[in-house]
């Protein structure tokens, strides 16, 4: 019976070191998975700046950045001369009506304010 107890405790010993080994093999595994994981996220990201730089190197990305800046030019001005030939302000003309129109009322209310102060003296010695 005692050596039956021993054989059985023996066993639970190698299976409880077997466990051991075993988590610590997985852990080691997981930090090698995770090194490894890093690694090739660093090695991605610089490739992939790296693909995105010959990108916008290429002729044809200039040539496109170029045409589109063209067409937005070319749009501009067909716009004003159609807002021109119709008689209608643009954004920029109404920005620039706006700005002196808000100089124009700050000159009225100082004048405003400047003609009603003199009178506030006055009307208190009248009464």
């Known amino acids: 019976m005692a050596t039956q107890q021993g ?8 299976i409880q070191n077997a466990m051991e080994s075993a988590q610590s093999e997985i ?12 690694k090739f996220e660093k ?12 990108i916008r190197k290429s002729d044809a990305v200039k040539r496109a950045t170029q045409l589109q800046k063209d067409v937005a030019t070319q749009i501009e001005t067909s716009v004003e001369t159609l ?19 808000n100089k124009i009322n700050r000159k009225l209310n100082a ?14 010695a009248a009464k």
Request: charged share 45%.
């Open 27 to 38: 852990q080691k595994f997981q930090k090698d998975v995770e090194k490894r994981r890093k």
């Open 83 to 101: 807002l021109g030939g119709l008689q209608i302000a643009s954004r920029r003309d109404v920005a620039k009506l706006d700005r002196k129109l």
């Open 7 to 14: 054989f059985v405790g023996e066993s639970i010993d190698r």
């Open 111 to 124: 004048l405003d304010k400047a003609l009603s102060e003199p009178e506030a003296p006055a009307i208190a």
């Open 43 to 54: 090695r991605a990201e610089k490739e992939m700046k790296r693909i995105q730089k010959d």
